[in-house]
T-cell receptor, first 114, second 107 residues
Framework: DAMVIQNPRYQVTQFGKPVTLSCSQT?????MYWYQQKSSQAPKLLFH???????NEADTPDNFQSRRPNTSFCFLDIRSPGLGDAAMYLC?????????????FGPGTRLTVT | GQSLEQPSEVTAVEGAIVQINCTYQ??????LSWYQQHDGGAPTFLSY????GLEETGRFSSFLSRSDSYGYLLLQELQMKDSASYFC????????FGGGTRLMVKP
């Protein structure tokens, strides 16, 4: 089945220790998104890639970076995690920019910062 | 910018009908999406309305009134498995999510 896969599902890191979350998709979608979701809140868009074009949301902290080496894979790097970065990180895709209304989400990576 | 309002919590009994409302204020609007998210799970796309009116998909229907900046999700014949959070989301250049409505279905 075509899908969005995120690894790991659970990640524990120490305060200030860099961490990388990964996402892959078999849908062959052009657009990939990274969201941060804290408990009982809406998903908050961090950035997205339209193909290889990177688009950062204005309020995304510099601490968060992303890479998309090819169509299938996308990575979220948190350079110096703080306690406030503990959250669920969701990766999503859409067929193209026009289809942003219909996104396919991965199961998420729950990040704990100790 | 975008702002969306939806009730934080709704409770209903199995077999009943429930309506989850969403009002929005936005500088650019192309349509309204609805997503379902079970606890610990990923959001799942339910429906999208670009035009005014009602869209029906099985037990779920979604309505949009662009002139009133208002939409709703209607869930019929509620089942226990419908207990989840439901998010409305405005399509502008990107998708902006509301705060979510937690639906609890009781026997």
């Amino acid at each position: 089945d075509a899908m969005v896969i995120q690894n790991p599902r659970y990640q524990v890191t120490q305060f200030g220790k860099p961490v990388t979350l990964s996402c892959s998709q078999t849908l062959n979608h052009n657009v990939m998104y990274w969201y941060q979701q804290k408990s009982s809140q809406a998903p908050k868009l961090l950035f997205h890639y339209y193909d290889k074009d990177f688009n950062n949301e204005a309020d995304t902290p510099d601490n968060f970076q992303s890479r998309r080496p090819n169509t299938s894979f996308c990575f979220l790097d948190i350079r110096s995690p703080g306690l406030g970065d503990a959250a669920m990180y969701l990766c999503a895709t859409s067929r193209d920019g026009g289809a942003v209304y219909e996104q396919y989400f991965g199961p998420g990576t729950r990040l704990t910062v100790t | 910018g975008q702002s969306l309002e939806q009730p934080s919590e709704v409770t209903a009994v199995e077999g009943a009908i429930v309506q989850i409302n969403c009002t929005y204020q936005t500088s650019g609007f192309y349509g309204l999406s609805w997503y379902q998210q079970h606890d610990g799970g990923a959001p799942t796309f339910l429906s999208y309305n670009a035009l005014d009116g009602l869209e029906e998909t099985g037990r779920f229907s979604s309505f949009l009134s662009r002139s009133d900046s208002y939409g709703y999700l209607l869930l019929q014949e509620l089942q226990m498995k419908d207990s989840a959070s439901y998010f409305c989301a405005v399509k502008g250049n990107m998708l902006t999510f509301g705060g979510g409505t937690r639906l609890m279905v009781k026997p």
